[in-house]
């Protein structure tokens, strides 16, 4: 089993209930366990189209024997089922889902890195990581040292 760290968020539609729905179907998927969740937040848009409404961002964490690409397949179809589409990145989308961290695992292809590339550059994702385990380390430091170097981006717990 490998711990891993998944990333949610919606600005389009009824948002709680999109992720609450990613919840419940993360929970579901095969050889799952443990599935833990942060506090919900609140947070602008960062990079993309102009005049996006607010992000609902949360993190969950859970142990799981999917390898990471069939793991990155299911969040996918989870993403699908909430309508996603990807005509323009980092776009308005009624469901992302983002895998930020896969215990032992790393990869840097074209369809999986791993760990996420920018998390630690973004409060919506360090913040609910701080929920879960606020000892855990991204590129060599503590989510609280990166969660001080992007105190300029607004995230509010709902």
């Known amino acids: 089993m490998s711990q891993v760290f ?13 992720v609450s729905n990613a919840l419940s179907k993360i929970e579901q998927l095969p050889t799952t366990s443990g599935l833990r969740t942060s506090r919900w937040y609140r947070s602008q848009a960062i990079g993309g189209p102009a005049d996006q409404p607010d992000y609902l961002n949360a993190v969950c964490a859970f142990e799981t024997r999917l390898e990471p ?12 089922e909430a309508g996603r589409t990807r005509e323009v990145r980092w776009g308005p989308r009624t469901l992302d889902l983002d895998i930020i961290w896969v215990e032992g695992f790393y990869s840097d292809t074209a369809t999986l890195t791993v760990p996420h590339p920018r998390a630690h550059e973004r409060a919506f994702v360090l913040q609910p990581l701080v929920d879960l385990n606020a000892d855990f380390q991204l590129q060599g430091k503590s989510i609280t040292e990166w969660l001080t170097s992007v105190s300029d981006q607004n995230i509010q717990v709902i």
Do not use: H, P
């Open 6 to 18: 998944v990333a949610l968020g919606s600005n389009l539609g009824v948002s709680d209930n999109f």
């Open 69 to 80: 690409e069939a793991l990155l397949q299911a969040l996918q179809r989870i993403e699908a």
